[in-house]
């Protein structure tokens, strides 16, 4: 059993910064990519930020040079950074994560989503 917890979220105004958390925790032997995916209202879930085991990122153009994603492996714990925060980052944000198990099952995890609200 695994499960990814996540905390940081909130209300901001335009202009300021939240930092998100997600802690991976249960039967895990590893932990390969990490994501963060967000999906505001009436609009499809998207892809944020992904991190590899090695510690390679990716963005999407909307959030470069503003977020920042990071892990700490031996916390199984991935971060979102947000800085510079614009009312269109309104969404509930979702963290990801391909875990091997400790049975040396793949599986593809989420968390329970946390609601970032920029306010202008």
């Known amino acids: 059993q695994v499960q990814l917890v996540e905390s940081g979220g909130g209300l901001v105004q335009a202009g300021g910064s939240l930092r998100l958390s997600c802690a991976a925790s249960?039967?895990?032997?590893?932990?390969?990519?990490m994501a963060w995916y967000r999906q505001a209202p009436g609009k499809q879930r998207e892809l944020v930020a992904t991190?590899?085991?090695?510690?390679?990122?990716n963005y999407a153009d909307s959030v470069k040079g503003r977020f920042t994603i990071s892990r700490d492996n031996a916390k199984n714990t991935v971060y979102l950074q947000m800085n510079s925060l614009k009312p269109e980052d309104t969404a509930v944000y979702y963290c990801?994560?391909?875990?091997?198990?400790?049975?040396?099952?793949?599986?593809?995890?989420w968390g329970q989503g946390t609601q970032v609200t920029v306010s202008s």
């Open positions: 990801n994560a391909n875990i091997v198990s400790r049975g040396l099952r793949i599986d593809d995890y």
């Open positions: 249960g039967s895990i032997f590893s932990i390969n990519a």
């Open positions: 991190i590899t085991s090695g510690g390679r990122t």
